[in-house]
């Protein structure tokens, strides 16, 4: 039975990782969908900023509540997870508890998974009541009905019956090594190592042993069966966040949030003008490219690859969208709906790729089809949301890109904007009077 055991084990193992990794290649392909862009400069100041925010939390924390619960359950769920590496072990090679040998330190490190358990699923708790029953504004928007909102109530679910499935595990295991049954019965007293299963084993009065195995090995299976479908419900979920934090911090723009980003086919042709040696009557190289770079974004190809990777780390907090001064006043924009709408469209392109080998226009693009004119002119450009985003995420440089687009490519601009612009290239000035009446102003009021 237990060479049976070990095989449906390494099975479901392989199984899961694989289906992992498939999910994690497709991934990086529909973030290389993306323009590539260099962020790989200030390498010490972008690794002190992602061990500050991706892993100190220090963002998540300018709420008290919802941050301090947050890093618990973060802490919690990633320390719990040490004990999968013995699991792990434990499955493959038909062992039981094989990190037992470590004595002492061993009943510290369950006993320190069993409060985190018992932290965790407070936390999680916590976290359900406040996302659907104390009517908290950013959990109300439009953009997190239907699945939005079911992801992140399953996600609750799931982290609420993998931390029962652990301390029933314990429990029924304990159980056993009291009684001294055959496998269970280790080598010291691990007494100490249940401080909340312990409260648990009233529930196996009067069982046999028999059947406490078979509760033992039903949580342990589901635990760790549990933890595989969790792993690969990541790609298809928000909590991508998980894995994409850290780079995504990482690749955050250091420069000041107000600089607005100049295009390199702009710049060319600037420096071309601006070369007392270049030629204006030369034919272009002949390998220059047969059509001109594209002005600002219609589309996820228009993006750059940090762009995309900005979308799949969204956690769908709202902070970013409780921030916005643009959403407080009734407009339409929600940063986290604009990251939302990526996210979908890249999914969208990548599901034809995945369906057909190759993307086939399918006569949809990110602007109109999935993120309206009124949401990118409604941002007043403040950068609050950028501010606000627990993990680094840049609603803003997005809309910036559209609107660039519609102004470079389209002529689409608001006709206040428009107006403006024409006066600033004819007066230099956004206003309406020749250069030479602006300070008439001063001699009326002498």
């Known amino acids: 039975m237990h060479i049976i055991a070990q095989i449906l084990f390494v099975i479901a193992l392989l199984a899961g990782v694989g289906f992992f ?109 406040r996302r659907n029953l104390m009517n908290i504004y950013r959990f109300l928007s439009r953009e997190l009905k239907g699945w939005p909102k079911n992801d992140a109530n399953y996600i609750l679910y799931f982290e609420m019956v993998l931390m029962l499935l652990f301390l029933t595990m314990n429990a029924a295991d304990h159980q056993l090594q009291l009684n001294g049954a055959e496998h269970y019965a280790l080598g010291h007293s691990m007494q100490a190592a249940f401080p909340i299963s312990n409260f648990i084993l009233p529930i196996f009065d009067g069982m046999t042993n028999a059947s406490l195995v078979i509760v033992e090995r039903t949580a342990w299976w589901l635990h760790i069966l549990g933890i595989l479908f969790f792993l690969n419900y990541l790609y298809y979920s928000k909590h991508l966040h998980i894995l994409l934090a850290f780079p995504n911090v990482y690749y955050f723009k250091l420069q000041p949030k107000g600089e607005f980003d100049n295009l390199e086919a702009v710049k060319k042709e600037v420096a071309l003008m601006m070369d007392p040696d270049a030629d204006p009557f030369a034919a272009p190289a002949e390998d220059a490219e047969e059509e001109p770079e594209k002005f600002g974004a219609s589309d996820i190809f228009d993006l750059n690859q940090v762009q995309l990777l900005n979308s799949y780390t969204c956690t769908e907090c709202g902070r970013c969208t409780a921030e916005c001064p643009a959403n407080q006043t009734g407009k339409k924009l929600s940063p986290r709906k604009i990251m939302m709408d990526t996210r979908d469209r890249v999914e969208e392109v990548g599901a034809i790729i995945n369906q057909k080998g190759k993307f086939e226009d399918d006569g949809k693009q990110l602007l109109d089809d999935y993120i309206l004119r009124e949401e990118l002119w409604a941002c007043t450009t403040c950068n609050a949301c950028v501010e606000a985003c627990p993990v680094g995420i840049d609603p803003l440089s997005i809309i910036l890109d559209m609107r660039r687009y519609l102004v470079m490519e389209q002529s689409a601009a608001p006709q206040e904007l428009a107006i403006a612009m024409t006066n600033i290239e004819n007066n230099g000035a956004p206003w309406p009077y020749n250069q030479m009446d602006r300070l008439n102003w001063a001699e009326e009021n002498k």
């Open 21 to 129: 990794a498939r999910n994690i290649k497709r991934l990086i392909r529909n973030i290389k969908l993306g323009r590539e862009i260099d962020r790989n400069d200030r390498a010490g100041e972008r690794f002190a900023k992602m061990a500050r925010i991706a892993f100190g939390q220090s963002k998540m924390v300018r709420k008290p509540v919802a941050g301090f619960l947050h890093v618990v359950v973060y802490l919690g769920f990633i320390i719990i997870n040490i004990e999968v590496l013995e699991i792990v072990i434990d499955g493959v090679f038909g062992t039981h508890r094989i990190f037992s040998f470590m004595g002492g330190f061993y009943n510290v490190l369950i006993a320190a998974f069993e409060i985190l358990a018992f932290l965790v699923l407070v936390g999680v708790i916590i976290f359900w009541i």
